[in-house]
């Protein structure tokens, strides 16, 4: 998520041990593109940074499995309506396994049901976590949870953990690479390995053989880095991903959607128009899938009660709930970027 760039990396390896040391086997290199993902993030209306359940937008606590089903399928149709057949949805150690997981599922299983995907992946315990894995224990009793119910399920994919930020390239690629081999009902080709610091750069991933056979989450947003032309970030994107595009996925991308920003403007001179052309070029020049970030929920910016981010002002109650595209502008970019 795009707040954790403010956080510090601080600390040093501390429960390495405790994860399984078997080294997974190399495999072929995975080599299709990655189009077929053309997706939103739903997340948390506050941050996915938390030490209790996750309970995104639009859903609350109380719901049954059935209701959130209702809720998922209602936020789904108006996704679908531009183009959305990928989710991704956060979980964390304090959701899975709970009476509130029962429920939750239900937005999973409304997803795949309509041939949706949809990408599961692990966020950490709050701002203190510092970008690290606060209890490996319970991070490994989570996903053996949720790969025993999604392993077998080709709708689902599972992302060992959202932006690694507080780990060294050597040491979250140990970390990814023991998740495979101890979780082995997560398959490769459905595993999606972040990339290092806040997912940015892909390229130390990309050339570690142990994820030949799998996906790669990839993250870029303009607040990342100084303000550049256009060009320039279309040159720093593409470098970031290394040799690795055709299985990339961008799994967070956005800017602002309430502003009135133009985003078929070719010779804007805003950084976020410019930014965002960037990456949807990159996306569909190399055939890449990309998950916005979000669809709904996220960091509400000053007193406006919603991310200015989100592509949809969310509306209504109970299951009936509706989203309106902020900007159609917007829109479009992002689709074209799906190939669309």
Avoid at 238 to 250: E, F, I, W, Y
Wanted: aromatic content about 12%; some cysteine; charged content about 15%.
């Amino acid at each position: 998520m795009r707040t954790t760039f403010l956080r510090a990396v601080t600390g040093a390896l501390t429960a390495l041990a405790l994860i399984p040391v078997t080294v997974v086997a190399a495999a072929a290199p995975a080599a299709a593109a990655t189009n077929q993902f053309r997706g939103m993030n739903w997340a948390m209306l506050g941050d996915n940074f938390s030490t209790g359940p996750l309970v995104v937008q639009g859903l609350s606590q109380s719901d049954s499995n059935a209701t959130v089903r209702a809720k998922a399928n209602a936020l789904y149709d108006d996704m679908a309506a531009i183009g959305v057949n990928t989710v991704r949805l956060p979980i964390n150690t304090h959701t899975v396994g709970t009476t509130w997981w029962n429920a939750y599922r239900g937005a999973i299983d409304a997803a795949t049901a309509r041939g949706f995907k949809v990408i599961l992946a692990y966020w950490e315990d709050g701002a203190a976590s510092g970008g690290r894995i606060t209890n490996i224990a319970a991070w490994n009793t989570m996903w053996s949870n949720v790969t025993y119910l999604y392993g077998a399920n080709t709708n689902v994919y599972f992302e060992p953990m959202n932006e690694p930020h507080g780990y060294s390239s050597a040491e979250w690629r140990t970390i990814a690479a023991n998740w495979m081999s101890y979780h082995y009902s997560a398959v490769p080709a459905r595993t999606l390995i972040g990339g290092t610091g806040y997912s940015q750069d892909l390229r130390d991933v990309c050339n570690d053989s142990r994820f030949n056979g799998t996906l790669l989450s990839f993250h870029h947003y303009a607040f990342f880095y100084s303000a550049m032309t256009y060009d320039a970030f279309r040159s720093h994107v593409q470098t970031r991903l290394g040799n690795c595009a055709s299985r990339a996925v961008v799994t967070e991308y956005g800017a602002p959607m309430s502003t009135g920003l133009n985003y078929g403007d070719a010779n804007s001179t805003d950084n976020f128009v410019r930014h965002i052309r960037a990456v949807t070029q990159v996306m569909r020049d190399n055939q890449m899938g990309g998950v916005y970030w979000p669809a709904l929920g996220g960091k509400p910016t000053g007193s406006s009660g919603f991310d200015y981010y989100s592509m949809f002002a969310f509306s209504g109650s109970g299951t009936n709930l509706n989203l309106t595209v902020r900007n159609n502008s917007g829109r479009d970019r992002i689709r074209y970027g799906w190939g669309l």
